[in-house]
């Protein structure tokens, strides 16, 4: 039997928690829910619960792709990989919004036109 600190149970709760909300909130189709982001939301989540529940288990990956012996490099690791799904989403909301200025630009033009 594996003896859980205050910390695991805690941080189990939160990331189940967050991890049925996204599936509620996809299945109610709130504003803004897309598919994308109910996968994201469980990959991240699920990847928090399962740490929760086996913490060892980051150190081995850690040690397998040869990153060192620490979590302070898996958690580096993380780092990165949020800073570019971060970068990906900036660019994705500047071509968002060239797109919209363009539409509103073009229905203001006809309107002035007519």
């Known amino acids: 039997m594996n003896n859980f600190s205050i910390y695991q149970i805690f941080l189990g709760i939160i990331s189940v928690f967050f991890f049925f909300n996204g599936i ?3 299945i109610k189709k709130e504003q ?3 598919f994308f982001k109910l996968f994201i939301t469980l990959l991240v989540w699920g990847f928090i619960f399962f740490f929760t529940l086996f ?3 980051a150190h081995i990956i850690s040690e397998q792709l040869g990153m060192g ?3 302070n490099t898996l958690i580096f690791t ?3 990989i949020v800073f570019i799904i971060i970068y990906k989403m900036l660019n994705l909301i500047e ?3 060239r797109n919209i200025s363009e539409i509103v630009r073009k229905n203001a033009l006809s309107k002035l036109k007519k």
């Open 32 to 34: 803004g829910q897309s």
């Open 95 to 97: 071509r968002l919004e």
């Open 78 to 80: 993380g780092f990165i």
């Open 24 to 26: 509620f909130k996809f």
């Open 55 to 57: 913490p060892q288990l």
């Open 69 to 71: 012996e620490n979590l």
